[in-house]
DNA sequence: AAAATAGTGTCTTTTAGACAGTATTTA
DNA sequence: TAAATACTGTCTAAAAGACACTATTTT
């Protein structure tokens, strides 16, 4: 081992060395003021393309023949646009939005000036997830109400200057946690469709993570971990529809979220809309969250 | 920094150290000579039990609260007994057994004497899947039909003298992939389903792995990679039954695979049957391996 | 009443699964 | 021909989806 301050020569002999990233996902209104760091690089070739593909973004070594993605299941119309749902906000509740993530500047090198995604090392005492939650607090003021580990990329050329193997994670953040790192330094939202160019192999780590999202949206009811407590069916749907790209039937997506038994009505109703009140719902945290799905 | 020969008040500071496992998996007769290695230790308490869970083994730190598991799908019936479809060996073609996978004998402390998990360090100039790759090749002399990783797994406890960080892979090999590394040193094979206790939380480990396989074999077109080049669907579905657990209705088992579209009769049929001889054939490469699933 | 969304009913298509029936081989 | 497995036909139930319809509120 030659660790520590090894030079050039030295460091081929150095193991690698271990970071967590995690790609945290809110939805947010469209017309947010981040839009210079949209416009500053604009979107580049390795950006998410509209339209998801089927496969999952290639995410291994050629070595790994056969698909580095833990397990595909529902794959999407690829003829999906981007966010028509998004295009026709609701009138009195808010419209949910579309898929947004929080970057970080880099001020040192390398990529020093471009975004990255948060994180950093992991501590002697904290397990990965930890590790995960801790810089995301450190980094971004976030406190995520769904953390999920991704995949650990470890190619050999990650970054220019040493070998690095970062285990990701992937998080979801509701819209008020969300407003509150929007005052810390150096964070900047971006919309998770149009990205500019990141640092490292971050461009291909969110549209892995995308894929995923949108992958368990389908089967599993993760979807509310973007509202609060309570919300309507319909801002639920809009979720759905958001992260998915297309829209979703009224109808069948109710009886579909009702008979899967994760939601239970509060008995209220919201007031001040223009037309029949919807009911309150909220979450039903005794549903086993890994065995949840909506298609059994 | 305190790298290298840090001692004991030391190692609180050192980053973790990296680590890469893999869990092989493969069917083979259960008559196997292994059978001391079962005995020596029976089932601990760690070791999986029979009857499938419908949530996957916890696999993640208290602190990440919502779901270790990368993409939890399809559940099983956590009624299916352990393996009825071996039980009823065909009498023609040699039956495909039941799952089992190689352990390595621990030469040094900790766990000396136990049996864990192929694996060893990653090399400055390969990447995960390629470390994966070559320590199954160097402790077990296998290489694999499929690869894949499986999970990151790092909390701090997981070796009493040390921090390490494993990146485990899960494998799948074919029957004479397998019978050469049963030749090889220190390498025993072992019944999935009734482990002695292993090193480390290696037995949490292959719980998550055979979950994670058991669940990908549901949705996805991997059991033939346990497989030769040609098979009949007889064979197919027999690998189904020995990695659910539970048998197939062969007709519906026929039709589903035929309009999935990812097998390719080779025209020959099977000879030296005592009864109507099957149509053999042939896995269709170009199917993309990371959409493909039985149900759409 | 008009507008607008909430919520229900119902029909079609697709899929999984149960299970009976036919086909083709050897002994 | 009997035995044994290969393969096909067909029915049922469950689920997804399209879409028309009713309900309840404000303006």
Same mark, same amino acid.
């Given at each position: 081992?030659?660790?520590?301050?090894?030079?050039?020569?030295?460091?081929?002999?150095?193991?690698?060395?271990?970071?967590?990233?995690?790609?945290?996902?809110?939805?947010?209104?469209?017309?947010? @003021? /981040? *839009? =210079?760091?949209? $416009?500053? %690089?604009?979107?580049?070739?390795?950006?998410?393309? &509209?339209?998801?593909? !089927?496969?999952?973004?290639?995410?291994?070594?050629?070595?790994?023949?056969? @698909? /580095? *993605? =833990?397990?595909? $299941?529902? %794959?999407?119309?690829?003829?999906?646009?981007?966010? &028509?749902?998004?295009? !026709?906000?609701?009138?009195?509740?808010?419209?949910?939005?579309?898929?947004?993530?929080?970057?970080?500047?880099?001020?040192?090198?390398?990529?020093?000036?471009?975004?990255?995604? &948060?994180?950093?090392?992991?501590?002697?005492?904290?397990?990965?997830?930890?590790?995960?939650?801790?810089?995301?607090?450190?980094?971004?003021?976030?406190?995520?109400?769904?953390?999920?580990?991704?995949?650990?990329?470890?190619?050999?050329?990650?970054?220019?200057?040493?070998?690095?193997?970062?285990?990701?994670?992937?998080?979801?953040?509701?819209?008020?946690?969300?407003?509150?790192?929007?005052?810390?330094?150096?964070?900047?939202?971006?919309?998770?469709?149009?990205?500019?160019?990141?640092?490292?192999?971050?461009?291909?780590?969110?549209?892995?993570?995308?894929?995923?999202?949108?992958?368990?949206?389908?089967?599993?009811?993760?979807?509310?971990?973007?509202?609060?407590?309570?919300?309507?069916?319909?801002?639920?749907?809009?979720?759905?529809?958001?992260?998915?790209?297309?829209?979703?039937?009224?109808?069948?997506?109710?009886?579909?979220?009702?008979?899967?038994?994760?939601?239970?009505?509060?008995?209220?109703?919201?007031?001040?809309?223009?037309?029949?009140?919807?009911?309150?719902?909220?979450?039903?945290?005794?549903?086993?969250?890994?065995?949840?799905?909506?298609?059994?």
């Amino acid at each position: 081992m030659y660790p520590g301050s090894a030079n050039v020569s030295e460091r081929r002999f150095e193991a690698p060395s271990l970071a967590i990233s995690t790609v945290i996902f809110a939805l947010r209104p469209n017309d947010s @003021s /981040a *839009a =210079e760091a949209v $416009t500053s %690089a604009s979107a580049s070739a390795e950006s998410t393309a &509209p339209g998801h593909s !089927t496969a999952p973004p290639s995410v291994a070594s050629t070595t790994e023949a056969h @698909s /580095a *993605a =833990e397990s595909a $299941t529902r %794959a999407h119309s690829p003829t999906a646009p981007a966010h &028509p749902a998004v295009e !026709t906000p609701s009138t009195e509740l808010p419209s949910v939005g579309s898929l947004w993530l929080p970057v970080v500047r880099r001020i040192r090198e390398p990529y020093k000036g471009l975004q990255a995604l &948060p994180g950093g090392p992991i501590a002697w005492n904290e397990s990965l997830g930890d590790a995960a939650g801790r810089n995301l607090r450190e980094t971004t003021n976030l406190s995520p109400k769904y953390l999920e580990q991704l995949y650990a990329f470890g190619t050999v050329d990650r970054s220019p200057d040493r070998r690095v193997v970062s285990i990701v994670y992937w998080a979801l953040v509701d819209p008020s946690e969300a407003d509150q790192s929007v005052a810390a330094e150096n964070v900047t939202w971006l919309p998770a469709d149009r990205l500019p160019r990141l640092a490292f192999d971050h461009n291909t780590i969110v549209d892995y993570a995308l894929w995923r999202l949108r992958n368990k949206v389908e089967y599993s009811q993760i979807a509310h971990h973007f509202l609060g407590e309570t919300f309507t069916l319909a801002q639920l749907r809009e979720v759905h529809e958001a992260v998915l790209g297309r829209s979703i039937d009224p109808g069948n997506f109710r009886r579909q979220i009702l008979s899967s038994g994760t939601v239970t009505a509060t008995g209220e109703k919201v007031g001040g809309t223009r037309h029949r009140p919807a009911h309150i719902y909220r979450f039903n945290d005794s549903i086993d969250k890994d065995s949840e799905r909506l298609a059994p």
